[in-house]
């Protein structure tokens, strides 16, 4: 294993079973496989319901995958028990969409900040990290005075910032970005990446950065990888994924990003994604895009294409690239 890698997914499986249907599962993720480097932002792109989040999850032990391993540094944690999982929980950390939901209403912030600190054992009350907290949220933007507040009292942006404390007060070196500004207005979206990124300098952070279109990761990671389906159809360096898109899935994807100017939006050749979704209980055979493909061949509707490199790591799973 490369030294400098912080998390590595191998071949992940994961199948939910169907309520009342006792032979049916739900193609979540089916043989995912990929390595974030220390300090790399991986950015995972696909529609809803391509397994993006189920990969996070399954990382964070949140589900347990159905095979596959995880590894954090040389550690396979994929089958630690929860109490040995417990210091590898404090080094990974997660930050999800929906700021609103993600935080009990009940509790004030020094509570919802100090609630990560109590269930590793480092403190037993809020009031004792107190001095911790306030440091913390003046880093992400809050102040002292924000203590004794509830979420509702707060906007997105700023309950996104409180999500942001919760997962830093920990000091992890791996933070999961699930789709963390979808729910935000533009307006305060470049405010929430940038102090991402600016965490990201000072504590030397590794992310996985989880969205639903190419525009969003865009400008942040350094590797990105397109699913479809719950596999991985395109994975490789973030410029090249612009400049050369291979899989017809990836382009597609490409096309549906709005362009500010109509002159460049009408002279842009590129055809968007038709059709929806096809069930991930029975997912097609072949290729897993075959149904929705403007390029479609027999081969594809037979034969499932291998993710393979097609040269300088840039890896795709396509016939076209046979
Ligand atoms: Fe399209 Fe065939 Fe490539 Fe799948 S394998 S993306 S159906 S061309």
Redesign the pocket.
């Known amino acids: 294993m490369t030294e400098d890698v912080l998390v590595r997914v191998n071949n992940l499986v994961k199948h939910f079973p169907v309520p009342g249907k006792r032979k049916s599962v739900v193609h979540a993720v089916d043989d995912v496989s990929f390595a974030i480097r220390k300090g790399e932002i991986l950015g995972l792109v696909g529609e809803s319901g391509c397994g993006k989040s189920t990969i996070a999850k399954s990382i964070v032990r949140m589900h347990k995958p159905t095979s596959g391993s995880i590894f954090m540094g040389s550690r396979d944690i994929t089958g630690l028990s929860e109490k040995d999982l417990k210091p590898y929980r404090k080094r990974m950390q997660m930050v999800f969409q929906d700021p609103y939901s993600s935080l009990n209403p009940r509790m004030t912030v020094l509570k919802l900040v100090a609630e990560p600190l109590i269930a590793q054992g480092i403190v037993s009350k809020a009031r004792q990290a107190k001095d911790t907290i306030v440091d913390m949220l003046n880093n992400v933007g809050l102040s002292a005075e924000h203590c004794s507040r509830y979420p509702h009292e707060f906007s997105g942006g700023q309950r996104q910032r409180i999500c942001l404390a919760r997962a830093l007060i920990l000091e992890p070196e791996f933070i999961i970005l699930d789709e963390p500004i979808s729910a935000l207005d533009v307006s305060i979206q470049a405010q929430v990446i940038n102090l991402l990124q600016e965490f990201k300098q000072k504590r030397s952070l590794t992310y996985l950065f989880i969205a639903h279109d190419l525009s969003m990761v865009r400008y942040v990671s350094d590797h990105v990888g397109v699913m479809y389906l719950g596999k991985m159809?395109e994975y490789c360096d973030s410029e090249q994924i612009y400049n050369r898109p291979l899989?017809?899935?990836t382009q597609g994807l490409l096309a549906a990003v709005p362009v500010p100017d109509p002159v460049s939006a009408i002279s842009k050749n590129t055809t968007a994604i038709e059709g929806d979704l096809p069930s991930p209980i029975s997912p097609p055979e072949?290729?897993r895009?075959?149904t929705r493909?403007s390029?479609?061949?027999n081969?594809?509707r037979e034969e499932e294409?291998k993710l393979r490199d097609v040269g300088g790591g840039h890896m795709v799973?396509?016939?076209?690239m046979d």
């Open positions: 159809m899989h017809p899935y072949g290729c895009f075959h493909c390029e479609c061949m081969i594809c294409p799973a396509c016939h076209l």
